[in-house]
């Protein structure tokens, strides 16, 4: 069974920085790209950054620079460090097996997010 566990989520003031785990089970993860999605409130799904198995990796434009994507193999683990955050930046962050930006019908498997509360 996949599971996808994310954790690192909580308010932060702006201009300060976070940094999102999750931990991966059920499938080879060495092997497999990742990524990050998010949902603000009230907004749809917005890829945010993506590695691939070789640590490649892509970002939305909005969050080069900001956001820093990697990958612990050993641990089964992909980050996402999250700096100069913005009250913009609030969402529900989620955590996804592949890398195919916006096409989420190809996701197959998902965490249950965490949330990330940017404000003052």
């Known amino acids: 069974e996949v599971q996808l566990v994310e954790s690192g989520g909580g308010l932060v003031q702006p201009g300060g920085s976070l940094r999102l785990s999750c931990t991966a089970s059920?499938?080879?993860?060495?092997?497999?790209?990742m990524s990050w999605a998010r949902q603000a409130p009230g907004k749809g799904l917005e890829w945010v950054s993506g590695?691939?198995?070789?640590?490649?990796?892509d970002y939305t434009d909005s969050m080069k620079g900001r956001f820093t994507i990697s990958r612990d193999n050993a641990k089964n683990t992909v980050y996402l460090q999250m700096n100069s955050l913005k009250p913009e930046d609030t969402a529900v962050y989620y955590c996804?097996?592949?890398?195919?930006?916006?096409?989420?019908?190809?996701?197959?498997?998902w965490g249950q997010g965490t949330q990330v509360t940017v404000s003052s």
């Open positions: 996804a097996v592949g890398v195919f930006r916006n096409s989420w019908s190809k996701y197959d498997y």
């Open positions: 059920g499938f080879s993860f060495s092997s497999s790209g």
């Open positions: 590695i691939q198995s070789d640590g490649s990796t």
